[in-house]
Every structure is written in C-alpha cells, then in structure tokens.
C-alpha cells in the first residue's frame, strides 16, 4: 500500500485507483430474501444474483480488472493454433515465474486434473498443507489420499501468527516416511490457504519444504492461485521479503517449485488457468492431457480475450498498488468486527473475511450445519451472499460418516476492487444485528446430498420455523428499512 499517513485520528483504507464503470445493485425486502433463500434450497450457491445484493461468495472471476486489461482484449488473436495472444501469455507467465514451460488450461480445478491423473495412483499419497476443496476431490477420485499438515495454529481461530498457512515440518518427514517417498505422489503448498481463511505461508518454511522434497525426489507443487495476497503478506510480514521486490518474491518461490499452478481467476484478475515448470519430462507427461480435456496447446479452453487480460493481470500482480486492495479492506473489516466482539478468524488474512459459525452459533451443533445456517440467515439479514466453508463443504468418509470440518467457517470474500467502504460498512451493520439477534437461528438439514462436491448443488430445510421469527424480528427492529 502507498505509504499515506492520515493528519486526524485513525487511518482507514485507501483505494490506489478509481472507478469508472459500475453495475447498479438490487436489494430486496427481507421477505423476498427469506423466500429466495427458501427457494435456493439454503445452498447460496443456488441464489439468482438478481435477488443478490453484495456477492460475497467468492473472489473467482470476479475481481474488477483494469484498464489496461480491458483496452489489451480487444487486440485479442482468435486462430485457434498459435495465436499471438498465446505468445503474448506465454512470455507474460514465463517472465513473471522464470519458468520455461507453460501449459494452459481452463481455470484451476483443470490442472488439478491434469495433475492428480497424471501422479497420483490408489494408495498413493499427497501431502499439503491444507486441502483445497476441488485439489482434494480430484485426488481422492484417483485413489490418492489427502494428508493436511498446517502448523497447529493455522487451525486455531483467533492467533497472532502471520504465516498460518505454513506446513509442520516434522510431521511432513514423518509423513513421508511412513508411506514412503515413492508413494507420495507430490507435495502441494497452496498460497493464501484458502480454507482457513486465506492465510498465506512464509518463504522460510517453503524454503524447508523444498529441501525435503528435493532430499526425496518428490515434486513440489506450489497451487499459486491466492499467491497475490500471499506476497503482500511476505513483503509486509516476513523480515527478509521486505526488502525484495515482489517479483523477486515470486522468482524465489518458483526456483523451490517442481511445478506452479494457478488458477487465472484469482492470479491476475481474469479467467483461465495454467501449468508451469522448468523440468521437460514433467512438461512432456502433463501436456499430453492438455488437447484431451482443455483444448489446443495455445489456448487450453480459455477464450482468447481472457488470455489478453491475464497477461496483464500478471504484469499488474507485481505492483502493490494493485493488489493491496484486498487484504486492506478485509484487515478493516475483520477489526471492526473483532471490535465488536463478532468471532473471527484472525490475523486477518486474503481473500475475505471469515466468521467463525461454531463460536457465533454455539448453539448449532456440527451435524446441522452452522456455518450453512450462518450463510443463510445472514442473506436474509442483509442480501449479502456468503459461502459456507465447514462441514457442507466436505464430503463424507467412505462409510457414509459424516466428516466434521475443523472450523466452520462463513467466508466473506472480497472480489478485488469492487466494493467500495460504505458497502464493507452495511455488511458489518448487518453482522452486528445479527450477532445480537443469533438465538433465533437454528441449523439446517439435507433434502438433497449429492455424493461428490456437494456443497454447489445440494439443497437444505431449517430443521425449525427460525427464518419467519427471524424476519419478523428484523421488520420489528428495521421499521419498512429494505
Ligand atoms: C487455492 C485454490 N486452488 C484452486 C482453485 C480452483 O480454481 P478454479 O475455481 O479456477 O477451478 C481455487 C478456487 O477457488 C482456489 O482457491
């Protein structure tokens, strides 16, 4: 962030750009919300953005770009083999990795198939710091297990640590020498941990991954989708960074890589994917399933304008300016919150702010969902569509059990540069309101379980009349307020 200093009282946020196209918002009444929520079965995944009022559900593909990145679509080259939007891309993502090779594919979850299909095999093993919801399933389906080795203080709510995405060492060896390195299938270091709250991890522990692996034979896979908001955390937290620029950072990171994907969605503000590395054989291995699943190998599924703007998105990734946005807005909101005594996960991290449901709901137990009842009350509440990230989230064991998330989170994104304070401001008011007003929520239950992913489309009932008393409470405390 710029260093700006504020003459009276207290600094606040700082927006290093302005705004010049906006999209007009739509609330609607609380009664419409509580029969929109109805209708999308609890599940804010199946809301119709029309009844949205702030989409908070996720930062993918829906960061504001810039400019730059909207003037440099329209020079886009459509051939469908060796477009020079392709060679644009490629020496964009090359430069900004030092990688010599790139493989492009259609959002993240792509090269994580392309990844699990071609190193992981039934009884093999991936350990990671902590699993990201569609890395996970994609190994699983394969017959890999998942091993999640974060720092024990990566799982606690409320810490002081800055790198809570870091991996535990030890029990990484210990890992490794229990199955053996030739049944780990990689090591996956995912940036600005998505899961528990976009907590990102240190160059000194990936520095120590790195040399395991290396000592092992194992490749070492970084996931660099949330890597924006990881570096602003290594250069404003991390002693050693903040001396280097941030594509020193980013250079030193991929030199300790095997393999870096990312999905385009989050790194550089646009929508697509890829592969890097610098070994051949892996490069040979991996491209093979690029035309199978993706497409040809100079677009692999992503439409040519796209390619343009990620392109730039990651020349604009390297200025500070640009990404810092993110991670202040979301250090503004989680301590007005924590101020106020809402259960939040702090430090604050990337991607968004994230409301610990088994702390704000402690009356909901695990098998009802607290955290999918959070999100819908609170879209009642406000209009604000949240996503769920516990126990919906995760698939059931094998034996059908249901697997207990370790936290239950509501998660709060923040799409980069897209709302402005006064927005940020309601969604704490509504918080506040509905921190105060919690015993009238209550958890939900399945109508619907799909078996796999199930969080996107399966649908859920109140186990109880709560969202009417909630309504009406509403109505008595906010007069004809939308
Ligand atoms: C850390 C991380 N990895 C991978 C993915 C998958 O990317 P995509 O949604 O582009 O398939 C995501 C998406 O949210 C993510 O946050």
Same mark, same amino acid.
């Given at each position: 962030?710029a260093?700006?200093?504020?003459?009276?009282?207290?600094?606040?946020p700082?927006?290093?750009?302005?705004?010049?196209i906006?999209?007009?918002?739509?609330l609607?009444p609380?009664e419409?919300?509580g029969?929109a929520i109805?209708?999308a079965?609890n599940?804010t995944?199946?809301?119709n953005?029309r009844?949205v #009022?702030?989409?908070?559900?996720t930062?993918s593909?829906?960061?504001?770009?810039?400019?730059?990145?909207?003037a440099?679509m329209?020079?886009?080259d459509?051939?469908?083999a060796?477009?020079?939007?392709?060679?644009?891309?490629?020496?964009?993502?090359?430069?900004?990795?030092?990688?010599?090779?790139?493989?492009p594919?259609?959002?993240?979850r792509?090269c994580? !198939?392309?990844l699990s299909?071609?190193f992981?095999?039934?009884? *093999?093993v991936?350990?990671? !710091? *902590?699993?990201?919801?569609?890395a996970?399933?994609?190994?699983?389906v394969n017959?890999?297990?998942?091993e999640?080795? $974060?720092?024990?203080e990566?799982l606690?709510?409320?810490?002081?640590c800055p790198f809570k995405g870091d991996?535990?060492?030890?029990?990484l060896?210990?890992v490794?020498k +229990?199955y053996?390195?030739?049944?780990?299938?990689?090591?996956?270091?995912?940036?600005g941990? !998505?899961l528990?709250?976009?907590?990102?991890?240190?160059?000194?522990?990936?520095?120590?991954?790195?040399k395991?692996c290396?000592?092992?034979?194992?490749p070492?896979v970084l996931d660099?989708?949330?890597?924006a908001?990881?570096l602003? #955390?290594n250069k404003?937290?991390?002693?050693?960074?903040?001396?280097?620029t941030?594509h020193e950072?980013?250079?030193?990171?991929?030199?300790?890589?095997?393999i870096?994907?990312f999905?385009a969605?989050?790194?550089?503000f646009a929508?697509g994917g890829?592969?890097?590395? !610098?070994?051949?054989?892996?490069?040979?291995?991996?491209r093979?399933?690029?035309p199978?699943f993706?497409?040809f190998l100079t677009?692999?599924?992503m439409?040519?304008?796209e390619m343009?703007?990620i392109?730039v998105?990651?020349d604009e990734?390297?200025d500070?300016?640009m990404?810092?946005?993110?991670?202040i807005?979301?250090?503004?909101?989680v301590?007005?919150l924590?101020k106020?005594g809402?259960?939040?996960?702090?430090?604050?991290g990337g991607?968004?702010?994230?409301?610990?449901?088994?702390?704000?709901?402690?009356?909901i137990?695990?098998?009802q969902?607290?955290a999918?009842?959070?999100?819908s009350? *609170? #879209?009642?509440?406000s209009?604000?569509?949240g996503?769920?990230?516990?126990t919906?989230?995760e698939? +059931?064991?094998p034996d059908?059990?249901?697997?207990f998330?370790?936290m239950e989170?509501?998660r709060l994104a923040?799409?980069?540069r897209v709302?402005t304070l006064?927005q940020?401001n309601?969604? $704490?008011d509504?918080?506040v309101?509905l921190?105060e007003? +919690? +015993?009238?929520?209550?958890?939900?239950? #399945?109508?619907?379980?799909?078996?796999?992913?199930r969080?996107?489309?399966g649908?859920?009932?109140?186990?109880?009349?709560w969202?009417g008393k909630?309504?009406e409470?509403?109505r008595?405390?906010?007069?004809?307020?939308?």
């Amino acid at each position: 962030m710029a260093n700006v200093k504020f003459y009276a009282g207290e600094s606040f946020p700082l927006e290093m750009h302005k705004v010049r196209i906006i999209q007009k918002l739509n609330l609607i009444p609380v009664e419409e919300r509580g029969k929109a929520i109805a209708g999308a079965g609890n599940n804010t995944f199946l809301l119709n953005n029309r009844d949205v #009022f702030m989409d908070m559900l996720t930062d993918s593909g829906v960061n504001a770009m810039s400019d730059r990145q909207l003037a440099s679509m329209m020079k886009a080259d459509d051939s469908y083999a060796g477009s020079e939007t392709f060679t644009r891309l490629d020496k964009s993502v090359k430069h900004f990795f030092g990688c010599k090779y790139f493989l492009p594919a259609h959002q993240g979850r792509a090269c994580e !198939n392309i990844l699990s299909q071609t190193f992981v095999k039934p009884g *093999y093993v991936v350990p990671m !710091n *902590y699993h990201f919801t569609t890395a996970k399933a994609l190994i699983t389906v394969n017959g890999g297990t998942v091993e999640e080795l $974060i720092i024990d203080e990566g799982l606690k709510i409320r810490s002081e640590c800055p790198f809570k995405g870091d991996i535990d060492i030890g029990r990484l060896k210990e890992v490794i020498k +229990r199955y053996g390195a030739d049944k780990v299938a990689y090591v996956r270091m995912e940036a600005g941990t !998505n899961l528990v709250g976009g907590q990102p991890f240190s160059l000194a522990n990936y520095e120590e991954v790195s040399k395991l692996c290396r000592a092992s034979k194992i490749p070492l896979v970084l996931d660099a989708s949330l890597l924006a908001d990881n570096l602003y #955390f290594n250069k404003r937290r991390e002693e050693r960074c903040k001396k280097m620029t941030l594509h020193e950072i980013v250079l030193k990171f991929a030199e300790l890589s095997d393999i870096i994907y990312f999905s385009a969605r989050k790194l550089g503000f646009a929508r697509g994917g890829g592969i890097c590395t !610098n070994d051949h054989d892996i490069f040979l291995r991996l491209r093979e399933l690029v035309p199978l699943f993706e497409g040809f190998l100079t677009y692999g599924g992503m439409s040519v304008r796209e390619m343009e703007a990620i392109a730039v998105g990651l020349d604009e990734t390297l200025d500070e300016d640009m990404i810092s946005q993110g991670p202040i807005f979301i250090d503004y909101m989680v301590k007005e919150l924590d101020k106020r005594g809402i259960p939040v996960i702090t430090p604050p991290g990337g991607l968004g702010c994230h409301i610990d449901a088994m702390a704000f709901l402690d009356h909901i137990p695990q098998e009802q969902y607290p955290a999918g009842a959070l999100g819908s009350a *609170y #879209f009642i509440a406000s209009g604000i569509r949240g996503m769920e990230r516990g126990t919906l989230s995760e698939q +059931r064991d094998p034996d059908g059990k249901e697997h207990f998330s370790n936290m239950e989170l509501l998660r709060l994104a923040l799409p980069r540069r897209v709302f402005t304070l006064s927005q940020v401001n309601y969604a $704490i008011d509504r918080l506040v309101w509905l921190y105060e007003n +919690r +015993r009238l929520v209550e958890g939900l239950r #399945f109508v619907e379980e799909p078996r796999i992913l199930r969080f996107f489309f399966g649908r859920l009932e109140p186990v109880s009349g709560w969202q009417g008393k909630l309504i009406e409470k509403f109505r008595k405390d906010f007069g004809d307020s939308l």
